[in-house]
């Protein structure tokens, strides 16, 4: 699993046990983790350019 489906998870178990405050905090955690893997794609792939 990875880490923005963990934090994922684990604010759904916050906001279970009625911890909003902490579930917020865990879901922007969760929401930057997938922003830099988002970023992370084209990153790479402008490294394997053909040449020519």
Known sequence: MGDA???FTQAE???GRG???AAGQ???R???CERR???AG???LQLIKPRQ
Do not use: K
């Open 37 to 39: 893997a988002g970023a």
């Open 5 to 7: 489906a963990r934090l």
């Open 30 to 32: 969760a929401l930057d």
């Open 42 to 44: 084209p990153q790479v």
């Open 13 to 15: 178990q916050a906001a």
């Open 26 to 28: 865990l879901i922007l």
């Open 19 to 21: 911890d909003i405050t």
